[in-house]
């Protein structure tokens, strides 16, 4: 399934790049996963102080974030490896799977807590909460107070919570950070000092806030009150950010010559351009996981609006990013720009017709005034898309389709004089790019050009 993430990464750099869900995998296929050092580590840590260990993340199959076989993994080594105290900390999903199909994962985890004898829920969250990337702190307190504190709603089973929500009309994406119970009303468990935490996302964008009031001694987002667990065993399944201090289990693979590389190494000034849910994308992403600029490259970043979701306000802030950038063309700032338009993906996610109607037509506005702009200075537009998502607003059965598909994308390129061949990958772009550009490819992109 692709997303943003994997999407940006083969596009900027220029060849197939195995997704972390991939390398995971493979890890746990050939055996490579239990020895893996910062789990043996966090495992080593807790059954010497007699602690905890907690196991947190999006808990689907749907592969964008996490996959829940990765947690059943986890389960399975705390079990083998004798830990005592497991607790899970599930983030709901229904944004890349179903909007309600919580139970079903659920259902599978209590299978695996039978057969291994470990694990239990300690708190529910639904991702719109645990896993904000916009900077909402708001949302990230109250999953925080809920796994350190035992603040919130509370309920015996998580079957308990989903089933209390879907009732008041909440589906798996806003379930409200809850707490587990005992038959005594205590909370099933808290994150307490020395214990150690299993993040078990791969994918960093959506994992970068929580993960940081976790491991941030100097975080000031918000007042994490007088309990600040200490975590000397704060394990990140993949890198997520500089700004984490936590372990890493799958360390980066090096990514040399991407195009943003390839393109400064020329002489040519570059410019990344996004609001601010897509902007990690044509910075981070693109540069194959590098968080730093390339000589000659400016950023811009354009705030995307305060709402609950963008359904609400499908345009988001494309208008002013649009603005931002025809600016710049105009006055001949950069020689190559990447931008994202965020709102077909955003909004798409939404499963509603209207407002994401209403999204497509702002970006079909947007993007007409982009290329009107970089015609007109003799410029060539490449146009696509990382991943299908608006699409496709409906399933078969007539319900909501709030996850991405794997429709192919459409690749324009605005010069006249040029064939493009059938086919091609998103690894294809940036060699396209290049030769438009006149700059030779290096021999790590092995991607191909589309024009014939």
């Known amino acids: 399934m692709g997303n943003s993430e994997v999407g940006h990464l083969n596009i900027g750099a220029g060849r197939i790049v195995y997704q972390s869900l991939t390398r995971v995998n493979v890890a746990i296929r050939e055996g490579e996963f239990d020895q893996n050092e910062t789990f043996q580590n966090a495992i080593k840590s807790v059954k010497e102080k007699g602690t905890a260990l907690h196991l947190f993340g999006l808990l689907s199959d749907g592969g964008v974030h996490s996959h829940m076989n990765h947690m059943f993994a986890l389960l399975r080594l705390a079990a083998k490896e004798g830990v005592e105290k497991v607790y899970i900390h599930a983030f709901l999903d229904g944004r ?56 919130g709603p509370t309920y015996k089973s998580a079957e308990e919570c989903v089933e209390d929500s879907y009732a008041n009309g909440i589906h798996d994406e806003f379930v409200l950070p809850s707490v587990i119970v005992n038959e005594d009303d205590t909370p099933v468990a808290t994150i307490n000092n020395d214990d150690a935490v299993i993040f078990y996302n791969f994918r960093p964008d959506r994992a970068i806030q929580i993960a940081r009031v976790f491991t941030n001694e100097d975080f000031r987002e918000f007042d994490r009150g007088e309990k600040v ?37 020329a002489g040519l000034k570059q410019l990344r351009i ?54 710049d063309i105009e006055n001949d700032k950069h020689d190559v720009i990447i931008l994202n338009f965020a709102n077909c993906d955003m909004v798409g996610h939404s499963g509603m017709m209207e407002p994401t109607i209403k999204a497509v037509e702002a970006t079909d506005e947007c993007l007409g005034k982009v290329v009107e702009a970089i015609l007109a200075k003799d410029g ?31 690749f324009i390129v605005t010069k006249n004089d040029v064939e493009l061949r059938e086919g091609g990958i998103l690894g294809d ?24």
């Open 380 to 410: 060539v537009a490449l146009i696509t898309a990382d991943h299908g998502n608006a699409d496709q607003e409906l399933t078969a059965e007539g319900g909501p389709m709030t996850a991405h598909t794997t429709n192919p994308v459409p």
């Open 96 to 151: 890349d799977v179903g909007p309600q199909t919580a139970k079903g994962y659920i259902d599978a985890t209590n299978e695996v807590i039978k057969e291994t004898g470990v694990g239990q829920f300690a708190t529910i969250s639904g991702r719109y909460y645990s896993m904000d990337r916009d900077k909402r702190w708001d949302r990230v307190e109250k999953c925080y107070r809920a796994m350190v504190n035992g603040e």
């Open 274 to 327: 996004a609001e601010t849910e897509k902007y990690p994308h044509v910075t981070f992403f693109f540069s194959g996981g590098r968080e730093a600029e390339f000589p000659g490259e400016e950023r811009i970043l354009i705030n995307s609006p305060k709402v609950a979701t963008y359904d609400l306000k499908p345009e988001m802030s494309i208008y002013e990013v649009t603005d931002a950038l025809v600016n």
């Open 229 to 265: 667990p200490h975590i000397p065993e704060f394990v990140c399944m993949t890198h997520f950010s500089e700004t984490v201090d936590g372990y890493v289990a799958f360390k980066p693979m090096n990514l040399d010559n991407t195009l943003g590389e390839v393109v400064a190494q």
């Open 429 to 452: 772009i940036a060699p396209t790019m290049l030769t438009l550009l006149n700059v030779e490819q290096p021999k790590e992109m092995t991607g191909k050009t589309i024009i014939k």
